[in-house]
């Protein structure tokens, strides 16, 4: 069993490939013109600073890799049973196997060069001494929201990449850790992490308009180490960029099948071997991958091969030869769209985004800091859930998002309704105002509010000719019309002469409003997590869009007003609907909540991650029970919705818990609260002010009303604290998206969700949707068409 491999970036110098290039002159021929240069005198001449800059270092490499193979084959006659190629050298890899043409695998990689050498910032470490779970253990200890495991290049030989001046400053955390050296490499990307999230998007589009043949030899994917398979080549090598490189386990995958160190052949840049080696570090520090295991593993795939090969042949497939085939159910993708042609650009552009997604906020700091940070690094919009926080965490969080994130990034604070506590929207808004908050997520609003005026306003500038600009931008979550009509409104008169009586706000100010909608954009909230109406998206967004369309010509000198949709959008499918419906941009929430982001326990991480669609159920609000308001919760495997069911119904047949039967009330005393309703009580007096007490002194059944509600919040402490002596009662808020998400991803490398991180989320459903756009469309037309 032989097997050849090719180094990638780090094996060139100059003068590489000497003696190569006069013996194929007709492929550097073509190989000048794809690149519009020279490929010969960069590699023979240099000079060094050029030849090792990535865009010139990546089809340096792999015209140089690509010669010696074919040298090595004309030479030798060897044909190998295994190619494989670190990173960028991949595609030489493919190249000798017949996947791809020379000419086109260099334009791939020109490409895929030109875009990762556009990333700065970034920065790579090569740690030794340490496996690959005391890497990601130093990682997680200690919070490394900006370093990741990048190249598994033996078992104890693994390069992080991430944020240049994170990974510096991450040395002393691996050497106390027992890594024996460390040493920052010379690149200025954060290569194989999220952070080329950007390249990976321009690439896919790249490679939408170029083929790959189904490999005549087994290569073996950096993303899977296991062997390609024809059919998702253009997927593994669009994931590669962000993906890390697996070559350790992909050279113990070659032991099991028996290669071993003197059968492998290094295939690059004359001078010292550089992935050969870490064939016998691999060995000596690991060894095979388990044959058993291995072999039920590839048992599998072949019973799943031979599955889909008794399927029933299609009806197309038995046309006449010259019959035009129909498409697929699901289509074939005539047209290409990417995630740039999602949505509303207008809308990217006024929030300064990259593709139109938000995070939406999740209460009590579900939303994380963490979470907004790293939508915002992406391009993307997040909101930190500030609902149910302290003010004084919520201002420590917004100063930790201007401290960490550059100037103008995306971000916002959520702002939520207080029905019958004003004074926190008040508190909220001079907090806002402040800090200079720019953008609030306005959610469970019924009606426009004097806090929500006052922050519009501090925001107005008048441009002149009629135009006026808003600086304090709000989006605002709405389930019905009738909610969506106010917020395109100017602000009510009754509320403005109000603020101008009180001197909230100046008669400028008041005259501003009068000319501008409330929301700059509307949320049409469908059947989401938390707090909903159930409503159906189909049937509210047309709606919405003609609130919309009506504001939009009143207010034609304010500009564009955007209506989104969230509630429900877990997979791609779902995000292609709503776009299709004509939203300007997506809301995702329950999907969130299971990242490593989300500021929630692992114990609801866990319980979230193996959850369907029909695992969830409606219980009462423990704001608003009495009103009959209704929150979305997870169900599996708890008991919260069934007994906050219970509490309220006994909330509305009685005056006073003295008239609960005697046993029943026992009952729900030592298996809801694990204490007497007495004992809850003098722990609730201790966190209300005194005339709330005092009410409740006069009334009993205002008195049952706050043990009861107690219920509701030490519900939602036990979850966010992950206290398993009360994993039952955990109150978690989630709608059907995540069991949606759980199915799309059931069996990749997502299943995990130690290994879902909020914005690849975004990129992968937005990319999804793009693709599923594409293929609906093909089958709307016939499977016909331009390539977009």
């Known amino acids: 069993m032989k097997a050849f491999m090719f180094p990638g970036q780090g094996a060139q110098r100059v003068g590489m490939g000497e003696g190569l290039f006069e013996a194929f002159p007709q492929l550097v021929a073509e190989a000048d013109a794809v690149l519009g240069y020279s490929i010969a005198q960069l590699c023979l001449e240099g000079p060094m600073d050029r030849l090792t800059r990535t865009q010139f270092t990546q089809p340096a490499l792999y015209v140089v890799n690509a010669l010696t193979y074919l040298h090595h084959v004309r030479e030798t006659g060897e044909r190998p049973d295994f190619v494989l190629g670190h990173s960028v050298s991949e595609y030489v890899a493919l190249f000798a196997a017949g996947a791809v043409d020379f000419a086109s695998g260099l334009s791939m990689v020109a490409r895929r060069g030109a875009l990762m050498g556009e990333a700065n910032g970034g920065g790579m470490a090569a740690v030794i001494g340490l496996d690959a779970d005391g890497i990601a253990a130093v990682i997680d200890r200690n919070g490394l929201r900006d370093v990741f495991a990048a190249n598994y290049n033996t078992p104890r030989q693994i390069v992080v990449s991430g944020k240049r001046e994170a990974v510096v400053a991450a040395e002393p955390l691996f050497r106390e850790a027992g890594a024996s050296h460390y040493v920052v490499l010379p690149v200025s990307g954060a290569f194989h992490t999220p952070y080329m999230e950007a390249a990976r998007a321009a690439f896919a589009d790249h490679l939408a308009g170029l083929t790959f043949k189904a490999p005549e030899i087994s290569v073996i994917s950096n993303v899977t180490a296991r062997p390609h398979e024809a059919a998702k080549l253009r997927e593994r090598m669009i994931e590669q960029i962000t993906a890390p490189v697996r070559w350790a386990e992909s050279i ?59 399927e029933p042949e299609p009806a197309t497939a038995r046309k006449a030869p010259d019959a035009t085939p129909s498409p697929r159910l699901n289509g074939h993708a005539s047209f290409r769209f990417s995630p740039g042609n999602l949505g509303s650009r207008a809308f990217c552009e006024a929030f300064g985004l990259a593709y139109p997604y938000v995070a939406g906020a999740m209460y009590q700091g579900i939303a994380s800091v963490a979470l907004v940070e790293r939508m915002a690094r992406a391009g993307l919009l997040g909101f930190f859930g500030a609902g149910g926080l302290p003010m004084a965490e919520v201002e420590r969080a917004i100063l930790r998002l201007r401290d960490t994130l550059s100037e103008g990034a995306p971000y916002g604070i959520n702002f939520i309704a207080h029905v019958n506590r004003p004074h926190l929207e008040d508190e909220l808004t001079d907090l806002l105002i402040r800090h200079g908050v720019g953008i609030i997520e306005a ?30 931008r709000i989006i605002a979550k709405v389930s019905r019309p009738d909610v969506a009509s106010q917020f395109l409104a100017a602000a009510p008169e009754r509320l403005l002469s109000k603020l101008l009586a009180s001197g909230a706000i100046t008669a400028d100010e008041a005259n501003l409003l009068r000319q501008v909608p409330m929301a700059d954009a509307i949320c049409v909230e469908a059947d989401s997590g938390g707090h909903t109406d159930q409503g159906m998206p189909f049937a509210l967004i047309p709606a919405v869009l003609k609130v919309r369309d009506e504001a939009q010509a009143r207010f034609a000198k304010f500009g564009p007003i955007f209506v989104g949709s969230g509630g429900g959008i877990g997979t791609p499918e779902a995000a292609a609907a709503v776009f299709m419906l004509g939203a300007d941009f997506i809301v995702t929430g329950s999907v969130n909540q299971c990242t490593v982001e989300a500021g929630t326990s692992d114990a609801v991480k866990d319980l979230l991650e193996g959850i369907n669609v029909h695992d969830t159920a409606y219980a009462p609000s423990g704001e608003m029970f009495e009103l009959g308001a209704k929150v979305q919760v997870l169900k599996k495997g708890l008991f919260f919705p069934a007994r906050a069911e219970k509490l309220v119904s006994l909330y509305r047949q009685h005056e006073s818990l003295e008239e609960i039967e005697a046993k029943l009330r026992q009952q729900i005393e030592e298996r809801y609260f694990r204490r007497s309703f007495d004992e809850v009580f003098r722990d609730v007096a201790k966190s209300y002010p005194a005339s709330e007490i005092e009410r409740a002194e006069r009334s009993p059944r205002h008195r049952m009303g706050l043990v009861f509600r107690r219920y509701f919040k030490d519900t939602t402490t036990w979850a966010l604290a992950g206290d398993l002596e009360h994993k039952v009662d955990f109150q978690v808020h989630c709608g059907p998206a995540q069991g949606a998400f759980n199915q799309w991803v059931e069996g990749s490398e997502f299943a995990s969700w130690r290994t879902r991180h909020a914005d690849v989320i975004a990129a992968r459903l937005l990319e999804g949707a793009a693709d599923v756009l594409g293929r609906r469309l093909s089958v709307m037309i016939g499977g016909g068409g331009r390539t977009r």
């Open 443 to 472: 959610s469970a609003f019924m009606e426009v509010t004097p806090a929500l005026v006052r922050y519009r306003a501090a925001g107005l500038e008048d441009e002149g000719g009629g135009r006026i600009a808003a600086r304090n």
């Open 252 to 310: 113990r995958y070659l032991l099991a099948k028996g290669v071993t160190f003197a059968d492998v052949t290094e295939l690059g840049p004359a001078g010292s071997a550089v992935v050969k080696p870490m064939v016998k570090r691999t060995e000596l520090e690991a060894g095979p991958l388990d044959a058993s295991l291995l072999a039920r593993e590839e048992a599998d795939a072949a019973a799943a091969a031979a599955a889909r090969i008794a």
